[in-house]
DNA sequence: CGCCGCGTTGAGCCACGTCAACATAGGTGG
DNA sequence: CCACCTATGTTGACGTGGCTCAACGCGGCG
């Protein structure tokens, strides 16, 4: 895990997107900082305690991350990439602010919380495979692939081990519903299984 | 449960505010109707799909829900209230959308959908103990107090089963964290035992 | 080369789910 | 008023899915 956010992006500098490594941090919670709103990958983001940091909640294609820096001008949570993303800044300085865009970033924000809380319900196995389903992506031939995020994060996610996420992972490999997945994270194809469709 | 969406609120007929008790249906997904904010209670928003309905998210006093009405005109989600609540309705129609309100009301999104997922982590006892923390008010002497919901819904909001969440409500109560709470459902005053404090 | 982080897999155990019986409150109709 | 029914909550007995703990494999890196 490295950290970008010793070089924070400040509102005065806005760059046209920015690609973050899967594994990195984001930006961490209490600095300086703008929205972004998720081009591509996915992020984790964890509410801070004075305990530790818990797991709270998902952002994916579309979503925006940090839209408190606009009211308070720091973020609120730490957010980090479970896969390689591309971020581009929301709501640039300058830009007024669009009721119709907020609406829409509200209504997406509370259906990404609804697939966040389902992906705590249900068996292990279910679990983990929405996860999957949830991360995959369409490439241009049609089929989908994924970016394995560290098990850590799926199991923060899910609310499961490590050990179960891995056994729940070799089961969809045995399964032939992923393929190729050696001892690494890396990209993914599921396959056209239909129980893949739902 | 007693639907009350069969006489949809309609922009044109704002009312002042509006009173839901205990295990009420307050709207259905796809019916139409106006967004409103939780003045006080507690409501719990569910997803709808053809298995069913899952239990989506909570809202709490400061809450908005239904805010997706603003674009489309009609609810995404169900909700129903699970304490006695008193909505009043949220932007009404001819106040133009304040981007401040709406940034403010997006952050308390994201920060009870964290809470919403944190009720889902931890062992069943602290789980449903955190629920009761969420759920308590203070009032005018001081001292706190709690609507109980009921058993279906804590078990839902908590992904336990509902003889464990009575198990831990047992237990609170045995260890006098939870007052007077007998065979029905209804109010209790959390005693000022310090462990309640966090 | 040796260390470290991450992933995999097995063995055993326990917290919670499942199932069931019962208690209590409220409603309804006589 | 009681008799009865239903919905909800309580509690016990028992089974099991997933956690714990541990050993090991593999790759990257200094």
């Known amino acids: 895990m490295q950290a970008i956010s010793t070089t ?15 594994g990195e941090r984001i930006y961490v919670a209490g600095s300086e900082g703008i929205a972004w709103r998720v081009k591509s990958g996915a992020v984790r983001l964890d ?3 004075p305990e530790g940091s818990d797991y709270a909640g998902l952002a994916l294609r579309g979503d925006v991350i940090g839209a408190e820096t606009l009211l308070y ?13 591309e971020l ?3 709501l640039s300085a300058g830009t007024t602010l669009s009721g119709e865009s907020l609406l829409q970033t509200l209504a997406g924000a509370e259906r990404r919380a609804a697939d966040a809380l389902a992906l705590r319900a249900g068996e292990a196995f279910e679990r983990v495979r929405r996860l999957c389903l949830l991360l995959a992506r369409y490439r241009d031939d049609g089929r989908r692939e ?7 994060d799926m199991a ?5 081990t490590e050990a179960t996420v891995s056994r729940a992972m070799s089961r969809l490999r045995r399964m032939g519903i992923l393929q190729r997945h050696g001892h690494r994270r890396g990209l993914v194809l599921p396959g056209a299984d239909p129980a893949f469709a739902i």
């Open 156 to 160: 923060a996610i899910t609310n499961l």
């Open 146 to 152: 994924i970016t394995i995020p560290e098990l850590r």
């Open 47 to 49: 509410r801070v305690t």
């Open 73 to 85: 001008g720091r973020y609120s949570f730490e957010a980090s990439a479970i896969g390689d993303c």
């Open 8 to 22: 924070p992006v400040s509102a005065s500098s806005t760059p046209r997107s920015l690609r973050i490594s899967i």
């Open 88 to 90: 581009e800044p929301w």
